[in-house]
């Protein structure tokens, strides 16, 4: 018996190594957006909520590459709380997102679409020498300084 609990306890230790999605690797809930927080105008898309600037993750709850995005993302997203610039995010597998997910093309995820200031519209999250954001810690840091975010 000794040995099933211990052949037990090792699956269940190597699917949190390997399944960080299911603990840790999820997005905050109060960041979740569905389409009825955007407006789509001649084929733009907008955030409804006035003065907001910030990014969305596109992303789908079975990516390995968005449960590891997550952590960051929610530690971003508490460090901004109280600005104008969010952390939002979006399930791509959930129904009330399809409209807004497909208006903006979303094909790999994660995804990340940058909010402009100005206007709220949804749009590519590139570097000022227009390359694409890169998906890690260091990549959002660049960003946000780039942005003049703090």
């Not at 569905?34 to 079975?62: H, M």
């Amino acid at each position: 018996m000794g040995n099933i609990d211990s052949k037990e306890q090792k699956q269940q230790q190597s699917r949190k190594q390997l399944g960080r999605g299911l603990e840790g690797g999820k997005f905050l809930k109060e960041s979740h957006r569905t389409d009825e927080d955007f407006k789509i105008e001649n084929g733009r898309v907008y955030l409804k909520q006035k003065g907001a600037s910030g990014f969305i993750a596109f992303y789908a709850p079975w990516c390995h590459f968005c449960t590891e995005l997550a952590p960051s993302w929610n530690e971003y997203a508490e460090k901004m709380k109280g600005t104008s610039f969010n952390f939002l995010a979006v399930d791509c597998t959930d129904m009330a997102t399809n409209v807004v997910a497909s208006s903006l093309n979303i094909r790999g995820y994660p995804t990340i679409k940058y909010i402009e200031p100005k206007t709220g519209e949804v749009v590519a999250a590139e570097y000022k020498d227009g390359s694409s954001l890169m998906r890690n810690k260091e990549g959002i840091m660049k960003f946000l300084k780039e942005k003049n975010a703090f």
